[in-house]
């Protein structure tokens, strides 16, 4: 059964501290995505990889660093330099056909 | 730049029509999309219209392109609670692979 998993699904993590979300996907798709998600906002790019090793920042990319080792994964690092972690994260990924992007079901992050 | 704007809240009755609006700015986007999203949950694909389409129907759901107007409307027929949620539409930007959503509507259906 092919798609995107992101763990864990609730996260949590006192001020100072880095964390990794995790993003898998088993569709073979090449892009990969990372938005962040603020009650009652839309959606705003982190990262973008569109090949194994290589990615972009995307409009947010301050505080975050992420990693494309394999074609199936896509981490992403929220460090401790992200003046405001806590939100909700969504890792997508997609073809080239439509460009249309099949997302996972999130991690909330909550930094006290 | 490229934006994309959605009025924030609707509110129908059950078993009427919804219609969900937007409007974007790049003309030369080849898809535009929508999305649904339940609480605490990721983005599901609901449909999707190419820019020399100007209706798509896909069972409950119609998606109507104005493209002089740049702008693009979900109806969905006979709105059921379930359908209660938040909707985006998404344009493909000029970057490669990249899609600029809207900040979603949410749909709240009451009996």
């Known amino acids: 059964d092919g798609g995107i998993t992101q763990s864990p699904k609730y996260l949590f993590r006192k001020e100072g501290q880095n964390v990794t979300l995790s993003c898998e996907q088993n569709l073979n798709h090449d892009a990969m995505y990372w938005y962040r998600q603020d009650p009652g906002q839309g959606l705003r790019l982190i990262y973008y990889s569109q090949i194994v090793n290589d990615f972009q920042k995307g409009d947010i990319a301050e505080g975050y660093s992420v990693s494309r080792e394999k074609k199936e994964s896509f981490p992403l690092t929220v460090t401790s330099a992200q003046k405001n972690p806590t939100a909700f994260y969504l890792c997508a990924s997609s073809t080239d056909k439509r460009y249309e992007q099949y997302f996972g079901p999130g991690t909330r992050l909550t930094v006290t | 730049g490229e934006d994309v704007e959605q009025s924030l809240f609707l509110s129908v009755r059950e078993g009427d029509s919804s219609v969900i609006n937007c409007t974007y700015t790049d003309s030369s986007s080849t898809y535009l999309y929508w999305y649904k999203q339940e609480p605490g949950a990721g983005l599901q694909l609901l449909t999707y219209?190419?820019?020399?389409?100007d209706m798509k129907q896909d069972q409950r759901l119609t998606v109507l392109l104005n493209k002089k107007d740049k702008h693009l409307s979900l109806r969905i027929a006979d709105t059921q609670t379930g359908d209660s949620a938040i909707y985006f539409c998404a344009e493909v930007s000029g970057g490669y692979n990249k899609l600029i959503f809207g900040a979603g509507t949410r749909l709240a259906v009451h009996p």
């Open positions: 219209i190419f820019s020399n389409m």
